[in-house]
């Protein structure tokens, strides 16, 4: 809840709830200074709970340096080093030493070319900013994985970040790049990184040896753009190299989504994109080809041909050969991917993903949900979809609504007589939860906000409903790596940050 803003006292919420809070400090302390009789008096007990608190807020990029009037922690017993350094280095070597020469046996030859292209770099002192392109299925994410251990296993640093959360959940240590590297929200051609020289994030900078960046192309030139501005300014530029001289290795696919920007043509998109950027004339284009999803052991022929003839075909429409290659095109979509009978067709496609619905709340199986989605074109399609699957749904309900205000630092807006409350409660805005939220016991969501990217709570990670009360609702994890794990979502405060309105919205 500090993290995401939502407590207007934090430091009363701390004052009225720290018994609770630390209620197993004492028996922490205990084992971790093997004493069976420490006595911890009031005061230290407080100070440790502020601790751990203040751990949760640096593994998430806050400090409680930075909440008010929240009470701090003394740093007795914390540990004084680079914490961000310390991080990184706590990696097994020996263990990643066993995996890194297991993978590098597994590597395809165009694999190996570009393994040995970066870890080239790295280890002779190159530098160098290398883009690795190639369609769903070619092995990025292999490569990301046996690069950091690579150089990991010898000590070294790397940062794994990605324009995602979800998507840096994939990555070992990953983190989304806003976070890691404090980009911000609104970026244009004179932003910078809020990255303090010699603070902890920038010695981390200064000593890693690789920086991997994984879907990129989702993201405008100016992030990159900032970023070396900001390497330049916190590790001199003597030589005026990008990215300061660092190795900096960008991934993506051009077919896949590029930066959404609300309203934008194409033209504007593009000219957005990494490619329009003067970094791309540093970048060194290195391609992977193959889809290794063709090379899993254990597929049958029929398997290996079916796998075959749906990636062809995705390629085909990704590169525009199905039709027209520019402008507009209708594409054909093979007859098996289509539900051809439909009278009503909410239903159809429901039943046909999640088969009966009425027996939705009692399924707790992970993997069915997990490989089950619906996408659909616009928000009114989802709202239809979601209301249609929450009807069948014969579990318990409960429904939220949200207070909306109005940010104060928009005076006008504030004063304005026109926005009234309930015009506040009919704004619907994409990725803002509607002012009414139904919710029931057994319904699968996805969350929309990163509340705790470290804990893999992030927007996009999906959960599903176990319990509900008025300001918490508890869920299972069904993505990522803490499949399982039940998880308390609080109220927090959304504030869309691009919007067409007049003024700063706030949504809880
Ligand atoms: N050299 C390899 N040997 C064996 N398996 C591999 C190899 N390279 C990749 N794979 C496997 O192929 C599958 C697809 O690879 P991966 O997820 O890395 O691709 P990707 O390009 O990141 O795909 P996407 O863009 O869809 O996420 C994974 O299961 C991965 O473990």
Same mark, same amino acid.
């Given at each position: 809840?500090?993290?995401?803003?939502?407590?207007?006292?934090?430091?009363?919420?701390?004052?009225?709830?720290?018994?609770?809070?630390?209620?197993?400090?004492?028996?922490?302390?205990?084992?971790?200074?093997?004493?069976?009789?420490?006595?911890?008096?009031?005061?230290?007990?407080?100070?440790?709970?502020?601790?751990?608190?203040?751990?949760?807020?640096?593994?998430?990029?806050?400090?409680?340096?930075?909440?008010?009037?929240?009470?701090?922690?003394?740093?007795?017993?914390?540990?004084?080093?680079?914490?961000?350094?310390?991080?990184?280095?706590?990696?097994?070597?020996?263990?990643?030493?066993?995996?890194?020469?297991?993978?590098?046996?597994?590597?395809?030859?165009?694999?190996?070319?570009?393994?040995?292209?970066?870890?080239?770099?790295?280890?002779?002192?190159?530098?160098?900013?290398?883009?690795?392109?190639?369609?769903?299925?070619?092995?990025?994410?292999?490569?990301?994985?046996?690069?950091?251990?690579?150089?990991?296993?010898?000590?070294?640093?790397?940062?794994?970040?990605?324009?995602?959360?979800?998507?840096?959940?994939?990555?070992?240590?990953?983190?989304?790049?806003?976070?890691?590297?404090?980009?911000?929200?609104?970026?244009?051609?004179?932003?910078?990184?809020?990255?303090?020289?010699?603070?902890?994030?920038?010695?981390?900078?200064?000593?890693?040896?690789?920086?991997?960046?994984?879907?990129?192309?989702?993201?405008?030139?100016?992030?990159?753009?900032?970023?070396?501005?900001?390497?330049?300014?916190?590790?001199?530029?003597?030589?005026?190299?990008?990215?300061?001289?660092?190795?900096?290795?960008?991934?993506?696919?051009?077919?896949?989504?590029?930066?959404?920007?609300?309203?934008?043509?194409?033209?504007?998109?593009?000219?957005?994109?990494?490619?329009?950027?003067?970094?791309?004339?540093?970048?060194?284009?290195?391609?992977?080809?193959?889809?290794?999803?063709?090379?899993?052991?254990?597929?049958?022929?029929?398997?290996?041909?079916?796998?075959?003839?749906?990636?062809?075909?995705?390629?085909?429409?990704?590169?525009?050969?199905?039709?027209?290659?520019?402008?507009?095109?209708?594409?054909?979509?093979?007859?098996?991917?289509?539900?051809?009978?439909?009278?009503?067709?909410?239903?159809?496609?429901?039943?046909?993903?999640?088969?009966?619905?009425?027996?939705?709340?009692?399924?707790?199986?992970?993997?069915?949900?997990?490989?089950?989605?619906?996408?659909?074109?616009?928000?009114?399609?989802?709202?239809?979809?979601?209301?249609?699957?929450?009807?069948?749904?014969?579990?318990?309900?409960?429904?939220?609504?949200?207070?909306?205000?109005?940010?104060?630092?928009?005076?006008?807006? +504030? #004063?304005?007589? /026109?926005?009234?409350?309930?015009?506040? =409660?009919?704004?619907?805005?994409? @990725? $803002?939860?509607?002012? &009414?939220?139904? +919710? #029931?016991?057994? /319904?699968?969501?996805?969350?929309?906000? =990163?509340?705790?990217?470290?804990? @893999? $709570?992030?927007?996009? &990670?999906?959960?599903?409903?176990?319990?509900?009360?008025?300001?918490?609702?508890?869920?299972?994890?069904?993505?990522?790596?803490?499949?399982?794990?039940?998880?308390?979502?609080?109220?927090?405060?959304?504030?869309?940050?691009?919007?067409?309105?007049?003024?700063?919205?706030?949504?809880?």
């Amino acid at each position: 809840m500090i993290l995401s803003h939502s407590l207007s006292r934090p430091e009363h919420v701390w004052e009225e709830t720290w018994n609770i809070l630390s209620e197993d400090i004492e028996d922490k302390k205990r084992e971790e200074y093997n004493n069976p009789d420490l006595n911890l008096t009031e005061a230290q007990i407080k100070n440790y709970a502020l601790q751990e608190i203040e751990k949760i807020m640096l593994s998430n990029g806050e400090s409680l340096k930075n909440i008010g009037n929240f009470p701090q922690p003394s740093t007795e017993g914390l540990d004084n080093s680079n914490r961000l350094i310390a991080e990184e280095m706590r990696y097994d070597r020996d263990d990643l030493k066993e995996k890194h020469s297991e993978w590098v046996q597994m590597l395809t030859s165009e694999q190996k070319d570009v393994y040995d292209k970066i870890t080239g770099a790295v280890f002779k002192d190159l530098g160098g900013v290398f883009f690795l392109y190639g369609f769903g299925g070619t092995g990025k994410t292999f490569m990301w994985k046996t690069l950091s251990a690579a150089i990991r296993c010898r000590g070294l640093i790397v940062l794994n970040v990605a324009s995602s959360g979800i998507v840096s959940l994939l990555l070992e240590g990953g983190r989304t790049a806003h976070s890691r590297f404090v980009i911000p929200w609104v970026v244009d051609d004179y932003s910078l990184c809020k990255i303090k020289p010699n603070s902890d994030l920038a010695n981390l900078i200064k000593e890693a040896s690789l920086i991997i960046w994984d879907e990129t192309l989702m993201m405008s030139k100016y992030c990159f753009e900032c970023l070396d501005q900001s390497f330049s300014d916190i590790l001199g530029n003597v030589e005026n190299k990008v990215f300061a001289g660092k190795v900096v290795v960008f991934g993506g696919d051009f077919r896949q989504i590029l930066h959404v920007i609300n309203g934008a043509g194409r033209a504007e998109i593009v000219l957005l994109s990494l490619n329009s950027s003067y970094l791309w004339d540093h970048c060194e284009v290195l391609k992977l080809t193959k889809n290794m999803r063709l090379l899993k052991k254990n597929l049958s022929v029929e398997e290996t041909r079916e796998i075959q003839e749906f990636s062809d075909w995705l390629l085909a429409v990704g590169d525009g050969r199905i039709s027209e290659p520019n402008g507009e095109a209708v594409i054909d979509i093979p007859e098996e991917f289509l539900i051809t009978e439909a009278d009503n067709p909410i239903e159809a496609i429901c039943r046909e993903i999640y088969g009966n619905p009425e027996l939705l709340c009692d399924n707790s199986n992970v993997e069915f949900f997990q490989k089950r989605v619906i996408l659909a074109p616009t928000n009114d399609d989802v709202n239809i979809i979601n209301q249609y699957m929450l009807e069948k749904l014969e579990s318990e309900e409960m429904t939220y609504l949200s207070v909306d205000s109005i940010d104060p630092t928009y005076v006008d807006s +504030l #004063k304005n007589p /026109a926005i009234t409350p309930d015009f506040l =409660n009919s704004i619907k805005l994409s @990725g $803002l939860p509607h002012h &009414t939220l139904r +919710l #029931k016991v057994g /319904a699968p969501v996805m969350l929309l906000r =990163n509340i705790d990217p470290k804990g @893999g $709570l992030c927007n996009g &990670t999906r959960l599903q409903i176990t319990q509900m009360t008025n300001h918490v609702v508890e869920a299972k994890v069904i993505t990522g790596d803490r499949i399982g794990d039940i998880v308390l979502i609080p109220q927090i405060v959304l504030t869309p940050s691009d919007t067409k309105l007049p003024f700063k919205m706030r949504r809880r």
